[in-house]
T-cell receptor, first 114, second 115 residues
């Protein structure tokens, strides 16, 4: 079974600061990787995903993530955050075949101060 | 934007009551899931379904039960609610088999409080 680790559960930063959220997984096989975002009062939304190909993935709202296979990592980045990026961010991993079950990290609560 | 709906969004109920959380999706997805999330904690899979008449237990043991009589509908039932069932319940769905179908789409969640 795979597990997902996210560090620094609570992150507070000012607008225009850069954001990086770490994600490490333990599954040894081929994986699909996801970042989901949950804005206050809203449902979980897909931010970006990695299946194959270019390990640097561009997502919505200026987010990107880099898959580093040797480090079992899929860190999320945004060069300059906005107040509207205040949300909870979840990293998730699944194996690409089979029952499509996602394993989630504990999430990062990000607060951007105007 | 995914078309997956959960009702009720918020529910406060007394101990011992029976409750059903509804989940419907209009995307024709075969796979559906229920996740449970306590505040500040990760999501845990409690039930999933490959299709009609298919239900499986997830990674986290749950006293709830599910049914899948129709493709679009995947309700979750607690026969006798207890305070320990207080949590957020998230329904999700995905397409079977295709690479793009490995994306799982979530509903808005149902916040259950048992008093």
């Amino acid at each position: 079974a795979q597990s997902v680790s996210q560090h620094n559960h609570h992150v507070i930063l000012s607008e225009a600061a850069s954001l990086e959220l770490g994600c490490n997984y333990s599954y040894g096989g081929t994986v699909n990787l996801f970042w989901y975002v949950q804005y206050p009062g809203q449902h979980l939304q897909l931010l970006l995903k990695y299946f194959s190909g270019d390990p640097l993935v561009k997502g919505i709202k200026g987010f990107e993530a880099e898959f580093i296979k040797s480090k079992f990592s899929f860190n999320l980045r945004k060069p300059s955050v906005q107040w509207s990026d205040t949300a909870e961010y979840f990293c998730a991993v699944n194996a690409p075949y089979g029952n499509n079950r996602l394993a989630f990290g504990k999430g990062n609560q990000v607060v951007v101060i105007p | 934007e995914a078309d997956i709906y959960q009702t009720p969004r918020y529910l406060v109920i007394g101990t011992g009551k029976k409750i059903t959380l509804e989940c419907s999706q209009t995307m024709g997805h075969d796979k559906m899931y229920w996740y449970q999330q306590d505040p500040g904690m990760e999501l845990h899979l409690i039930h999933y379904s490959y299709g009609v008449n298919s239900t499986e237990k997830g990674d986290l043991s749950s006293e709830s039960t599910v049914s899948r009589i129709r493709t679009e509908h995947f309700p979750l039932t607690l026969e006798s609610a207890r305070p320990s069932h207080t949590s957020q319940y998230l329904c999700a769905s995905s397409v079977v088999g295709t690479g793009a179908g490995n994306t799982i789409y979530f509903g808005e969640g149902s916040w259950l409080t048992v008093v």
